[in-house]
């Protein structure tokens, strides 16, 4: 049982627009900056998103992230088939001490 | 280009132990917070240990709390994570992970170093 919750999975169709939600509380999401990492099978995660909203270079636009009180959201437009993947999202937990994830969503580009 | 290496992967036995290390390069190691991040086969990601950049303060998940130890030669930009009393439930994919100067976001990951438990 992960302490941030997400959708297991998400799909939609070439060029359209998905979201991905994630759920925690006023000790994690509502306190602290929520990232995002997109992982392929077979490799290791790579951050997509941090602070809520901003991307570090070479992710493009299309990824964007937003945050409301305890629950944050990851935005994918234009979806390629390149992008199905899992999506994590992390923070750190004031009251546990301790990181954090969402179980993980698998994107489906049908 | 900051670059992490992870190695000491192994087939070990339940009650065994084992040290993982994350050879860093590419920036200056010692001003950043690590983390040890794990992925059980099929499964999600969970957040192991993490240690400032000082090694003055640690943090563990309370599954590796009194097991796991995590620790950091500045000198040689290696961090490392000391397993002991290991447990079948630890098989995972271990992954070092080099923080931003936020403990919330971590900017890059290895490649990652299997550990099986099982006898």
């Known amino acids: 049982q992960s302490v941030l919750t997400q959708p297991p999975s998400v799909s939609a169709a070439p060029g359209q627009k998905v979201t991905i939600s994630c759920s925690g509380s006023s000790s994690n999401t509502g306190r602290n900056y929520v990232s995002w990492y997109q992982q392929f099978p077979g490799t290791a995660p790579q951050l997509l998103i941090y602070e809520n909203i901003k991307r570090p270079s070479g992710i493009p636009d299309r990824f964007s992230g937003s945050k409301s009180g305890t629950s944050a959201t990851l935005g994918i437009t234009g979806l390629q088939t390149g992008d199905e993947a899992y999506y994590y999202c992390g923070t750190w937990d004031s009251s546990l001490g301790a990181g954090v994830f969402g179980g993980g969503t698998k994107l489906t580009v049908l | 280009e900051v670059q992490l290496v992870e190695s000491g992967g192994a087939l070990v036995q339940p009650g065994g132990s084992l040290r993982l290390s994350c050879a860093a390069s590419?920036?200056?190691?010692?001003?950043?917070?690590m983390s040890w991040v794990r992925q059980a086969p099929g499964k999600g990601l969970e957040w192991v240990a993490a240690i400032t950049g000082s090694a003055i303060s640690t943090d563990y998940a309370d599954s590796v709390r009194g097991r796991f130890t995590i620790s950091r030669d500045n000198s040689k930009s290696i961090l490392y994570l000391q397993m002991t009393s290991l447990r079948v439930e630890d098989t995972a994919v271990y992954y070092c992970?080099?923080?931003?100067?936020?403990?919330?976001?971590?900017?890059?990951w290895g490649q990652g170093t299997l550990v099986t438990v099982s006898s």
């Open positions: 590419g920036f200056m190691f010692d001003n950043y917070v």
């Open positions: 992970a080099k923080h931003t100067m936020s403990w919330t976001v971590l900017e890059y």
